[in-house]
């Protein structure tokens, strides 16, 4: 048992971090730019918003490498840099945190899609392997898996994370509201079945992130906990539906929207609660705030 879990199992209900890209993006970084490079050419800037998130009152902050691995990176001829970038990452992410809080090495999909033949099982471990173990060695306490929507390329990354660096691993996949009103997972998985799944594969966590704002999470939270009551559970939900106005994204749900949603979470069995897409460190300490007042 790693140091995430040793705290979870203290009762302990931990708050995570917010949403990355919406800072970096207001640090400079421009669209079709590699974020993972920024960990080596824009550093401060990277160590800035993970010290966002400490002073936020985050008990863990992730890494800047949602999209480290070698099929994300081979998109901008850095293929040969995946251990470098990482590393870093993990480095920046520990610098900010210091040796109190939690790191999370963050890994994103790959964008291959194992069933229409683009990539093989072997290649997809092996690319899974090389970054978890990049994370682990720049100082990351566990490894999330997150935003996936295929179970196979889950299990694959959460073989690979678990056997390479024996750090605590979480998995999150991304759910939507389809038209009968049931959540499903791009790939048209349900959070029941995505819990059995991901727990043979050897999850330690799982969650959701990404998808919905954080009143839909309540729902996918209720769906998770019916299908198994005693894994632990991280949810990130966004800072509500993305409109795009005058060219850019933006998300409305505030600080104060976001609140009114944690006791409900926390009611329905959450263990690790914090943002995605939109959230900033004002949504992350209100979280915090409502769920160290109880």
């Known amino acids: 048992m790693g140091r995430l879990l040793d705290k979870i199992a203290q009762g302990e209900i931990l708050v995570s971090d917010g949403a990355w890209g919406t800072l970096l993006q207001e640090k400079g970084l421009k669209p079709g730019e590699c974020p993972e490079l920024w960990n080596i050419e824009n550093r401060d800037a990277v160590l800035d918003v993970a010290r966002s998130y400490v002073l936020a009152g985050a008990d863990m902050i992730e890494t800047n490498s949602f999209g480290g691995s070698l099929f994300k990176l081979q998109h901008y001829g850095l293929e040969d840099r995946v251990y470098e970038l990482n590393r870093a990452a993990a480095e920046i992410s520990r610098e900010a945190c210091g040796a109190d809080r939690i790191v999370l090495g963050s890994v994103g999909p790959t964008g291959k899609i194992l069933m229409m033949g683009e990539v093989t099982a072997d290649e997809l471990s092996e690319a899974f392997r090389q970054q978890s173990m990049a994370l682990a060695d720049g100082g990351a306490d566990a490894i999330v898996i997150e935003t996936m929507s295929d179970l196979e390329e889950a299990s694959l990354a959460i073989r690979a994370a678990s056997e390479h660096t024996g750090l605590d691993v979480i998995c999150t996949m991304t759910f ?34 990404c998808g919905n704002g954080t009143e839909g999470m309540i729902s996918v939270l209720r769906e998770i906990r019916k299908a198994n009551p005693e894994i632990p559970v991280l949810i990130q939900g966004n800072a509500g ?45 209100r979280i915090g705030e409502i769920i160290r007042s109880n």
């Open 176 to 209: 939507e509201k389809t038209v009968d009103g049931e959540y499903r997972t791009m790939m048209g998985v349900s959070p029941s079945e995505m819990a059995s799944s991901l727990i043979e594969a050897g999850a330690d966590i799982l969650g959701s992130n």
């Open 241 to 285: 539906a993305p409109e795009f106005r005058d060219g850019k994204t933006v998300f409305n749900e505030t600080p104060q929207v976001t609140a009114e949603f944690i006791p409900a979470l926390v009611d329905g069995g959450a263990n690790i609660i914090g943002g995605c897409c939109g959230t900033t460190p004002d949504h992350i300490a």
